[in-house]
């Protein structure tokens, strides 16, 4: 009896959809190829799928057929079907067909895959559709490169580890709106095309042809739509949602992306964390079986004096050690006159050769980390110190040092010195690079980390202004509010701010703040921004207003979705878990994206491109 309910497996569901429907048409399949068991043994069957691969053994002939839950082998007997089993010969690769015939048990079993143990013994074949030869294989360890398979992105999407990420992606945000939805939070839709606005990164544009010469943005986060949804009484707020930035692309960048974007009134920042931890916890735990258990806390002054960074990969340790007061006054130029000098300790490294010292001297500096030069202590096994600066520092002191350090003997510290947030910089890039060699950041170990209490402001040097860290509507720590006023560059910058980031292994997955609901505080923000009070108000007037009519006190935040998608897979870029990427250009090279505009589209837009010298003439 139909409740609504569709039974789980395939076939059970295709009955009870003809017995609903009274369908007497004949089906395609009768089950997946992911399905049959032994206990399905004896039974007649009837399978649809791709040639994944085909054996021709004389006598027998194998395909393997393959959907998108799993592969069942097909067996073609020349002596029992001769002709069926010639036309199966001349199945190519990728050719869809339809496959009739009964299961039975396979003599030599395949452990490794689900339907192992059966076969099917085809007594009817149907070719629903011939292909050409595909241009690379479709497996995981495919021979095709990047930008063919980019090319042809419906085969890549064939291939099974593909097809995984995807479905991983699609219940995790299944799962993301069941949990959320069990919290209260509601899904509303915000709108594409908006406004460009001068803060944040570079916005996509879009002409709008009923009013000629103005643009749409598409939106870089819902951010203002979110807080007019708080504003307008509807207290929890959820989307999955796609937002877009023009930035210069790097691994893990897309120009279009995909947020789970939240907004709660009525919190402090302690709800946010609790509710967004156990959104984290619950998907770590119902997609990979992982308890993550309570997440650490880190401030974000901390996180940079420790780890040089403000989202530290905390699957090891190799944490800062500054040797500045002990390395200073001694003559060494280098160290005398830099604002810091901070050390790694790297274990069981002291048995480095000078090749590879000078190895990773050349890599730090690569202009992509920027370094002058490295130093290093070297405390070998037999308590023996050995340095690249022994020159200037005795014995005595770089065995300080390394008691400074917490070095153990079989170590080695590797010291770089300068300016200081420049040289935290270098430093975190070496200790993620030395933490690599060393095997200490396995994929399948998972540490989150809050980092909290970012600065309110960041300099700009090249425009001359501050920057809002995270957004102009972050608020500042209500006991900062009065450093507001100050015109030292140093308080101002000393500000911090009620905004909070998720980072798992060194991964930003989320961030968010509490939001300013207060127009006179807003309005005083903008100004420290760098906006004029007319500027303002052309650019966010409608939020300004909307904070005149009631606006509780509210924040949120936002998780990368990808991100998510690759960290929780242990793979480095994003790429992997979305359907349609661009590549580094930008460009989706299968539907060959971007493209110029046919004279008459550009006319009714009212856009004139001006024709540059070294293009050739359309
Ligand atoms: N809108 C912010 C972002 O996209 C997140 C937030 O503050 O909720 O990073």
Known sequence: MYNGVLPPTFAARQRTLAAITRLTAPMYRTHTCNELRLSDVGKTV????????????????????????????????????????ERARRLGREYVIQASGIVRERANKNPNRDTGDIEVQVAELVVLNPAKTPPFTIVDDTDGGDDLRMKYRYLDLRRPCLQKNLLFR?????????????????????????????????????????????????????????????VAGYDRYFQIVRCFRDEDLRADRQPEFTQIDC????????????????LTRYLFQTLLGVDLGPFPRMTYDEAL????????????????????????????????????????????????????????TEWVRRPQIGAGGLAYVRYDTDDSVKSS??????????????????????????????????????????????????????????????????PLLEWDEEEGRFFAMHHPFTSPKAADIPKMSSQDHQVLKSIRADAYDLVINGVEIGGG??????????????????????????????????????????????????????????????????????NNQGRDVMIDAPDVLRPKQLEELGICIAQRADEPKQ
């Open 305 to 360: 004096r420790r780890f040089g960074s403000d989202k530290p990969d905390l699957r090891f340790g190799m944490e800062f050690c500054d040797l500045t007061a002990l390395a200073r006054g001694k003559g060494f130029a280098a160290f005398d006159q830099a604002e810091s000098v901070l050390a790694i300790c790297a274990p069981g490294c002291a048995s480095y050769s000078r090749r590879q010292i000078d190895e990773l």
């Open 170 to 230: 699609s219940r995790l945000s299944l799962e993301t709106r069941q949990y959320l939805a069990a919290q209260g939070f509601v899904e509303i839709e915000t709108p594409f095309l908006i406004k460009s606005t001068p803060e944040g990164a570079r916005d996509f544009v879009v002409p709008s042809r009923m009013n000629r010469g103005q643009f749409y943005a598409l939106p870089q986060s819902p951010q203002t739509f979110k807080q007019i949804l708080m």
């Open 263 to 278: 907004e709660m009134a009525f919190v402090h920042q302690e709800d946010v964390l609790q509710t967004f931890e156990g």
């Open 513 to 582: 703040s509490i939001r300013i609901h207060d127009r006179e505080l807003q309005s005083r923000n903008f100004r420290l921004l760098g906006f004029t009070a007319e500027e303002a108000e052309a650019q966010f007037g409608f939020l300004l207003g909307a904070f005149e009519y009631g606006a509780p006190p509210h924040g949120g935040i936002a998780f990368g979705f990808d991100r998510l998608c690759a960290v929780m897979n242990g793979a480095a870029s994003i790429r992997d878990f979305i359907a349609f990427p661009k």
């Open 389 to 454: 600066v022994d020159r200037y520092y005795s014995g005595e002191e770089l065995r300080h040092w390394l008691h400074h350090c917490q070095a153990k003997p079989g170590d080695l510290l590797l010291i770089l010195a300068g300016p200081t947030e420049k040289t935290q910089k270098q430093l975190s890039e070496l200790r993620l690079e030395m933490g690599a060699r060393l095997q200490l950041r396995p994929p399948n170990v998972f540490k989150p980390l809050w980092v909290l209490d970012f």
């Open 46 to 85: 009837t399978l649809s799928g791709w040639v994944a691969a085909s054996r021709d053994l004389g006598g027998l002939t194998f395909i393997d057929l393959r959907d998108r839950y799993g592969i069942t082998q097909l067996v073609f007997d020349m002596e029992d079907n001769a002709p069926l089993c």
